[in-house]
């Protein structure tokens, strides 16, 4: 059983940056896929980046250029950059853990960014 937990999100001007962080309580090393998810209002959630064991990261095309996921698995962490944000970035994120490859099995509770002047 992993535990997910997010921090990082907040109130930031368009233009600006945040850098989300998604703490495990166990080892990611031999977890397949870890990511992030986002929900804006109203709105379905979405896959914004995943980093996969052993493959280049991907990343909603929205964010491409912007964002950066990354892992470090010797410190159990999942972090998000994100720069240059817009309004439209503006939702709640989730981070996830996909241990096989075959699904996700564990999701945190998310953080709030909210992306206005």
């Known amino acids: 059983q992993v535990q997910l937990v997010e921090s990082g999100g907040g109130l930031v001007q368009p233009g600006g940056s945040l850098r989300l962080s998604c703490a495990a309580s166990?080892?990611?090393?031999?977890?397949?896929?870890v990511g992030w998810f986002r929900q804006a209002p109203g709105m379905q959630r979405e896959l914004v980046a995943a980093?996969?064991?052993?493959?280049?990261?991907s990343y909603l095309d929205a964010v491409n250029g912007r964002f950066t996921i990354s892992r470090d698995n010797a410190k159990n962490m999942v972090y998000l950059q994100m720069n240059n944000l817009k309004p439209e970035d503006t939702a709640d994120y989730y981070c996830?853990?996909?241990?096989?490859?075959?699904?996700?099995?564990?999701w945190g509770k998310g953080t709030r960014v909210t992306v206005s002047s």
């Open positions: 996830y853990a996909d241990p096989s490859g075959y699904g996700i099995e564990y």
């Open positions: 166990g080892s990611i090393f031999s977890i397949d896929t």
């Open positions: 980093a996969a064991r052993g493959s280049n990261p």
